[in-house]
T-cell receptor, first 113, second 118 residues
Framework: AQKITQTQPGMFVQEKEAVTLDCTYD???????LFWYKQPSSGEMIFLIY??????QNATEGRYSLNFQKARKSANLVISASQLGDSAMYFCAMRGGRRALTFGSGTRLQVQP | GAVVSQHPSWVICKSGTSVKIECRSL??????MFWYRQFPKQSLMLMATSNEGSKATYEQGVEKDKFLINHASLTLSTLTVTSAHPEDSSFYICSAPLTSGSPRETQYFGPGTRLLVL
């Protein structure tokens, strides 16, 4: 079974500052992928970043980076230079042997001017 | 990039009626699609896996006779909520993987359908 835990229901960050959203996971699959999605109030799921369990380097996509610590089973999302448009729900997700994603409970990020 | 569409985006219906939601992959073929349900302020929960040309696979606790899934073609899956009740009111969202077999496989989500049953 797979489990994703996001312990921060809500986070505040000042515009232009960096913020870290926490995600820990548990799985028995030897190979897995970790994803972060952004969900604005419209409801659409926007793919942000992917990290493979065997990737040697932490993933980066523009202002998004993933702090992957395999031994700790954590995959934290770092957003640099926060913008007002970053205010949304953020979901950490995992895929292992199954192709469907398992999602965490989400973190609501609010960027303040 | 890959696009997945859903129709309708909003539906309001009376209790006891059936509602059909369509999920289409617009520029790629999807032999598998996934249906998720999201209640307000909660996470996405997988309801079922839709397989083209075969029966859908339902998650534990999801009534297959209530949530009928048909994957009639490589680009279309439909979810029918039969005899809808107020507790079925939710945000239904589908997804389709672009490539198969790899953990890196990216899933593309439809924009979702908000269902309100009165």
């Amino acid at each position: 079974a797979q489990k994703i835990t996001q312990t921060q229901p809500g986070m505040f960050v000042q515009e232009k500052e960096a913020v870290t959203l926490d995600c820990t996971y548990d799985t028995s699959d030897p190979s897995y992928g970790l994803f972060w999605y952004k969900q604005p109030s419209s409801g659409e799921m926007i793919f942000l970043i992917y990290q493979g369990s065997y990737d040697q380097q932490n993933a980066t996509e523009g202002r998004y980076s993933l702090n992957f610590q395999k031994a700790r089973k954590s995959a934290n999302l770092v957003i640099s230079a926060s913008q007002l448009g970053d205010s949304a729900m953020y979901f950490c997700a995992m895929r292992g042997g199954r192709r469907a994603l398992t999602f965490g409970s989400g973190t609501r990020l609010q960027v303040q001017p | 990039g890959a696009v997945v569409s859903q129709h309708p985006s909003w539906v309001i219906c009376k209790s006891g009626t059936s509602v059909k939601i369509e999920c289409r992959s617009l520029d790629f073929q999807a032999t598998t699609m996934f249906w998720y349900r999201q209640f307000p302020k909660q996470s996405l929960m997988l309801m079922a896996t839709s397989n083209e040309g075969s029966k859908a696979t339902y998650e534990q606790g999801v009534e297959k006779d209530k949530f009928l899934i048909n994957h009639a073609s490589l680009t279309l899956s439909t979810l029918t909520v039969t005899s809808a009740h107020p507790e079925d009111s939710s945000f239904y969202i589908c997804s389709a993987p672009l490539t198969s077999g790899s953990p890196r496989e990216t899933q593309y989500f439809g924009p979702g359908t908000r269902l309100l049953v009165l």
